[in-house]
């Protein structure tokens, strides 16, 4: 393809991707393919002769986007948003035109000094402290995803530890010593912080202890928990070296108590704390929000990503750490083909050591334009925007209490429900004493057996909904309660798609309880 070909292959695929956003709203939100679709459209292998733009681009209609959900969707409700917008995807196409390795300075400079300028500006705006800025002794790196941005941290983490609880010892001690910690070094984190701990825990291999968070903490850990379990620990005979913190659980978006976590870690200063902020970390743009930095300077490290709420593609998840020598230190590896004048100075950031790959794309370049072109001021509007969705949905919940029940506070436009099931039945013609017994607490099993109905209902609500297609939301269980996730934060979100994926889930609701009903009727005539 020369330049002529690329220029009229370019505008052909630009025209599309426009008319794809244009028109996304007229497209089913969730694919609808079986496994193994794609590979009885496609050949063996590749073609031996080269193929014309305009033959691959029919493509990508016919065989590729069957096989797509439309995360851009403005019926997408589920998980949490993956944003996508016009100014970032610029920044993947001159990044693209500009690829380079990125592993140090030398490679390109202005990729390596563009990524700590915005991810300054990022932190001002985020009202982080000033120790985690790169004037001081801190910094931020562009990871590829908030679960990579734990696995970073965790090695770092579990090397300050081992490195420093063994600084009396020296030479052949030491080492048998720090082999010795290894087998005893334990992760934490909340029952409801993200999978990604426990994964980095099997990957730096070290053990991991989750640590229950309950219900009338909001499922936000407590330092009372966190306490608890660091004693247990111990006494057990094992070694707490980290513990992620939430802002922003996946299923309920809770908030862990991070001044009383800072009271714990004064008590416990070997442990690192870092916070993991991926989705929620979006609202700290918004002044309302910034009391919920007021404890991050006694932190290690935090992170979150901009490719979730704050308009920016995937990827681009920012990780803040407030000694970026203990990052340096942990996974620094120089040989010789790698060393220059410039690193060898130390008057340049190469983030190679910053980061478990060696090579890194041009990322800053989408978070500068997105921020260019939004302002501060979008930014702030798209994340009040979607919070005022989120607070819209959360009270229509709250407006049929005969058929929902809200099972968290809303939080950061997420609002977290369950169905309701008859408690009396006027379809039941017949008295049924036992049914009458747990509806009324009569028995000891009646949370129990409630508890049951609701999640078979809440369940059958849920999977009838996505059947259906027109939304599409997604569900988690938590401490046994099976609920639906609904937030709408994406930049197509608008009160209409909210407003009628509730007269979806009630219409829903109320048709699947009568046919539960109606069959509990009928098994009782029978």
Same mark, same amino acid.
């Given at each position: 393809?020369? @330049? $002529?070909?690329?220029?009229? =292959?370019?505008?052909?695929?630009?025209?599309?991707? /426009?008319?794809?956003?244009? %028109? #996304?709203?007229?497209?089913?939100?969730?694919?609808?393919?079986?496994?193994?679709?794609?590979?009885?459209?496609?050949?063996?292998?590749?073609?031996?002769?080269?193929?014309?733009?305009?033959?691959?681009?029919?493509?990508i209609?016919?065989?590729?986007?069957?096989?797509?959900?439309?995360?851009?969707?403005?019926?997408?409700?589920?998980?949490?948003?993956?944003?996508s917008?016009?100014?970032?995807?610029?920044?993947?196409?001159?990044? @693209? $035109?500009?690829?380079?390795? =990125?592993?140090?300075?030398?490679?390109?400079?202005? /990729?390596?000094?563009?990524? %700590? #300028?915005?991810?300054?500006?990022?932190?001002?705006?985020?009202?982080?402290?000033?120790?985690?800025?790169?004037?001081?002794?801190?910094?931020?790196?562009?990871?590829?995803?908030?679960?990579?941005?734990?696995?970073?941290?965790?090695v770092?983490?579990?090397?300050?530890?081992?490195?420093e609880s063994t600084a009396?010892?020296?030479g052949?001690?030491?080492?048998?010593?720090?082999?010795?910690?290894?087998?005893?070094l334990?992760?934490?984190g909340?029952?409801?912080?993200?999978?990604?701990?426990?994964?980095?825990?099997?990957?730096?291999?070290?053990?991991?202890?989750?640590?229950?968070?309950?219900?009338?903490?909001?499922?936000?850990?407590?330092?009372?928990?966190?306490?608890?379990?660091v004693?247990?620990?111990?006494?057990?005979?094992?070694?707490?070296?980290?513990?992620?913190?939430?802002?922003?659980?996946?299923?309920?978006c809770?908030?862990?108590?991070?001044?009383?976590?800072?009271?714990?870690?004064?008590?416990?200063?070997?442990?690192?704390?870092?916070?993991?902020?991926?989705?929620?970390?979006?609202?700290?743009?918004?002044?309302?929000?910034?009391?919920?930095?007021?404890?991050?300077?006694?932190?290690?490290?935090?992170?979150?990503?901009?490719?979730?709420?704050?308009?920016?593609?995937?990827?681009?998840?920012?990780?803040?750490?407030?000694?970026?020598?203990?990052?340096?230190?942990?996974?620094?590896?120089?040989?010789?083909?790698?060393?220059?004048?410039?690193s060898?100075?130390?008057?340049?950031?190469?983030?190679?050591?910053?980061?478990?790959?060696?090579?890194?794309?041009?990322?800053a370049?989408?978070?500068?334009?997105?921020?260019?072109?939004?302002?501060?001021?979008?930014?702030?509007?798209?994340?009040?925007y979607?919070?005022?969705?989120?607070?819209?949905?959360?009270?229509?919940?709250?407006?049929?209490?005969?058929?929902?029940?809200?099972?968290a506070?809303?939080?950061?436009?997420?609002?977290?429900?369950?169905?309701?099931?008859?408690?009396?039945?006027?379809?039941?013609?017949q008295?049924?004493?036992?049914?009458?017994?747990?509806?009324?607490?009569?028995?000891?099993?009646?949370?129990?057996?409630?508890?049951?109905?609701?999640?078979?209902?809440?369940?059958?609500?849920?999977e009838?909904?996505?059947?259906?297609?027109?939304?599409?939301?997604?569900?988690?269980?938590?401490?046994?309660?099976?609920?639906?996730?609904?937030?709408?934060?994406?930049?197509?979100?608008?009160?209409?798609?909210?407003?009628?994926a509730f007269?979806i889930?009630?219409?829903?609701?109320?048709?699947?309880?009568?046919?539960?009903?109606?069959?509990e009727?009928?098994?009782?005539?029978?």
């Amino acid at each position: 393809m020369d @330049s $002529a070909q690329f220029r009229s =292959a370019a505008h052909a695929a630009i025209d599309e991707i /426009i008319n794809y956003y244009d %028109t #996304i709203g007229e497209r089913r939100v969730v694919s609808e393919v079986e496994p193994g679709y794609l590979k009885r459209l496609l050949p063996d292998g590749p073609p031996q002769e080269g193929e014309a733009w305009e033959d691959i681009q029919k493509d990508i209609e016919a065989k590729i986007m069957p096989g797509l959900t439309h995360w851009q969707h403005p019926n997408f409700m589920a998980w949490f948003p993956a944003s996508s917008t016009y100014p970032g995807m610029l920044g993947e196409l001159y990044s @693209s $035109a500009f690829t380079a390795a =990125a592993f140090n300075w030398l490679c390109s400079p202005a /990729i390596t000094e563009l990524e %700590t #300028i915005v991810l300054d500006w990022l932190a001002k705006l985020l009202n982080l402290p000033p120790s985690f800025l790169s004037s001081g002794e801190g910094g931020g790196v562009i990871q590829g995803s908030a679960s990579e941005a734990v696995v970073t941290v965790m090695v770092a983490a579990r090397d300050r530890y081992l490195r420093e609880s063994t600084a009396h010892l020296e030479g052949a001690e030491r080492e048998k010593a720090i082999d010795e910690k290894r087998g005893r070094l334990v992760a934490l984190g909340s029952e409801m912080a993200h999978s990604c701990t426990q994964k980095g825990a099997l990957i730096t291999g070290t053990k991991f202890r989750a640590i229950p968070a309950e219900l009338e903490d909001n499922f936000g850990l407590t330092g009372k928990n966190f306490r608890k379990v660091v004693d247990q620990c111990r006494l057990e005979g094992l070694e707490p070296f980290y513990l992620t913190a939430s802002l922003g659980t996946t299923a309920t978006c809770a908030v862990d108590n991070l001044g009383e976590i800072a009271e714990v870690l004064r008590e416990n200063p070997a442990i690192w704390i870092h916070v993991d902020a991926a989705y929620a970390g979006a609202a700290l743009v918004c002044e309302e929000y910034h009391h919920l930095t007021h404890n991050i300077d006694a932190f290690d490290s935090f992170d979150m990503n901009m490719h979730k709420w704050l308009l920016t593609n995937f990827d681009a998840s920012c990780l803040f750490v407030k000694r970026r020598r203990y990052l340096i230190d942990a996974l620094s590896i120089t040989p010789s083909y790698l060393r220059n004048e410039f690193s060898d100075s130390g008057l340049v950031t190469d983030y190679r050591d910053w980061q478990i790959p060696l090579g890194r794309r041009f990322r800053a370049l989408k978070i500068w334009f997105v921020m260019r072109t939004y302002g501060i001021g979008g930014l702030k509007n798209h994340i009040r925007y979607t919070v005022e969705l989120g607070e819209l949905f959360c009270s229509m919940v709250q407006s049929r209490p005969d058929l929902f029940k809200l099972f968290a506070p809303p939080a950061f436009a997420l609002t977290v429900f369950n169905v309701i099931p008859h408690s009396k039945s006027p379809a039941v013609a017949q008295p049924n004493q036992a049914r009458e017994a747990y509806t009324n607490s009569f028995t000891p099993d009646a949370a129990s057996q409630a508890l049951i109905d609701s999640n078979i209902l809440t369940k059958r609500v849920y999977e009838a909904v996505n059947s259906r297609a027109e939304i599409f939301i997604t569900s988690v269980v938590v401490k046994g309660t099976y609920v639906i996730r609904l937030v709408s934060a994406n930049p197509k979100a608008e009160e209409k798609y909210v407003r009628r994926a509730f007269e979806i889930l009630v219409a829903t609701a109320e048709e699947v309880r009568g046919i539960q009903v109606g069959g509990e009727a009928h098994a009782r005539k029978d």
